[in-house]
């Protein structure tokens, strides 16, 4: 059984002779809730995963709300011109939205072609409200000679399809595919054309997750060093992230350091193959850094335990903040230490002992189970959570049984060894 901590605002907090914080030494960087957004992939990029399944509409309404609840900026709600079903939710999504006044703002994505950007305008212009287009073509010569395309092609469709949503008065994100794999020439005169042509955004794609955090910052520095010699201001950078390296999150928190005003992730990281940078994880290391002062991260937990029932997604135990076993342990020394925290009626410090996440933070609390590693506290704690009187006896019994099990006991386990002891 969990005991949650409390969330709120302490003076230990602010007393770093607990904890000494080496992650916050020499540190160059502080983002401001005013200029750097954070995009959520899930609904389009996510789904797009081949283990989910597509989510029900109720189910993407209740994620659009819970976005808009742990301090999302915007959502990518899905490709409207790629079935009636993606453009009937796309166009519901966006009534909930305006009918309930969600901070959340909506994007769209869709091709390089006005076929795709079409129904976002008309969707739009229904609900009236804004939508931000994300209009994506591959610019990589791999990518280019799959495609039998040229940079001449490129240039033109991207321009073309620009022109119309800018027309349509839609804002425009110009999404290079496999950006980090681009040659710089190429990415140079796409990205003039697109901002010439009325693109705000340029979103740096690492589609296949290639990039390492030396490449963020290279790709990152070469924007900007591009958009400064336009001579233009207010073009904002995207950085939107694969995990085939498994760096996708440490990518996304990089970008940010490195210049990119927006990063993209997904709920639980799904998405195409191995998935995309966790929203749930940039968030919450951004919350310990003390990038989001005042920002409530308590229902962090909530969207992701309603993104994964929605996509039908089994969260690995062990994964952080919203496995089963984030919080949890049934080593007797760790145990005990937690134990000694809350003898000493400090909260604060019983779920910081051992866990670098402090679990109240983000609406969960530390567990203490009982198995082969365990000790007595392990078992007169577990007893007192549940009103039950630890006697020497039962403590004993209860641990004599725990020691020759090979795993952590489920509490119907426990509780039929109370049951026997009583009967006794």
Known sequence: MSERAPSGPSAREADDHLVYDWNTIHRRWRLTPLHTTFFDETLRDGIQNPSVVDPRLEDKLALVHLMDEVGIHIADIGLPGSSTRAYDDCLAMCQEIQRSRLKLGVAMAGRTVISDIAPMAEISQKCGIPVEVYTFIGSSPIRQLAEAWDVDALVKKSAEAIDFAVKEGLKVCYVTEDTTRSRPEVLAQLFKNAVDHGATRLCLSDTVGHST????????????????????????????????????????????????????????????????????????????????????????????????????????????????????????????????????????????????????????????????????????????????????????????????????????????????????
């Open 213 to 424: 955090p030396d490449g963020v910052r290279n790709l990152i520095n070469f924007t900007r060093a591009t958009i400064a010699g336009m001579g233009v201001t207010g073009v904002g950078i995207d950085w939107h992230g694969h995990n085939d390296r498994g760096l996708a999150l440490v990518n996304a928190i990089w970008a940010l350091e490195f210049g990119a005003d927006r990063v993209h992730g997904t709920a639980l990281g799904i998405g195409e193959r191995v998935g995309n940078a966790q929203m749930e994880l940039i968030l919450l290391n951004l919350k310990l850094l003390g990038e989001l002062e005042g920002q409530d991260t308590s229902k962090l937990m909530e969207y992701c335990e309603v993104a994964a029932r929605a996509v039908k997604w089994q969260v690995p135990i062990n994964y952080p903040l919203i496995g089963r076993d984030a919080f949890r342990t049934a080593t007797g020394v760790h145990a005990a230490a937690i134990i000694k925290a809350e003898a000493k009626g400090d909260a604060w410090l019983a779920d910081r002992i051992y866990s670098g996440v402090p679990a109240g933070m983000f609406g969960r609390g530390q567990e203490i189970c009982i198995g082969y590693m365990s000790g007595a506290s392990n078992v007169t704690y577990w007893l007192r959570k549940r009103s039950i009187e630890p006697s020497k006896e039962l403590v004993d019994a209860i641990l004599a049984v725990a020691k020759k099990s090979d795993h952590i006991l489920e509490d119907p386990e426990v509780m039929a060894i109370v049951r026997e002891h009583v009967r006794a």
